[in-house]
């Protein structure tokens, strides 16, 4: 079984910071793309950011030059760091991943449980 457990949400004034972390764990072979997508509330859920097996590194225009995604492939972790949040980041942060559990298997599309971000004076 695999697993992906995310730490980090909470509650920031306008202008602060947050780091969001996920952890990969279980029968893991590797690893493609792991990232953060939101959904607030009466919203579809969207991609924030992504970080692909191949270094590459996609953000939602709302977020660029503000978040920051890094990963470690040696920890299965991956990392978002957002700054100068606004109101309008308040959501619901998810973690994903695409995992190969065993050699020759077809990946798994795994999500975490989610951690509650709000963005408030």
């Known amino acids: 079984q695999v697993q992906l457990v995310e730490s980090g949400g909470g509650l920031v004034q306008p202008g602060g910071s947050l780091r969001l972390s996920c952890a990969a764990s279980g029968s893991i072979f590797s690893i493609y793309d792991m990232g953060w997508y939101r959904q607030a509330p009466g919203k579809q859920r969207e991609l924030v950011a992504l970080s692909t097996s191949g270094d590459t590194t996609i953000y939602a225009d709302s977020v660029k030059g503000r978040f920051t995604i890094s990963r470690d492939n040696a920890k299965n972790t991956v990392d978002l760091r957002m700054d100068s949040l606004n109101p309008a980041d308040t959501a619901v942060y998810y973690c994903?991943?695409?995992?190969?559990?065993?050699?020759?298997?077809?990946?798994?599309?795994?999500w975490g449980q989610g951690t509650q971000v709000t963005v408030s004076s």
């Open positions: 994903n991943a695409k995992i190969i559990p065993s050699r020759f298997a077809y990946h798994l599309d795994v």
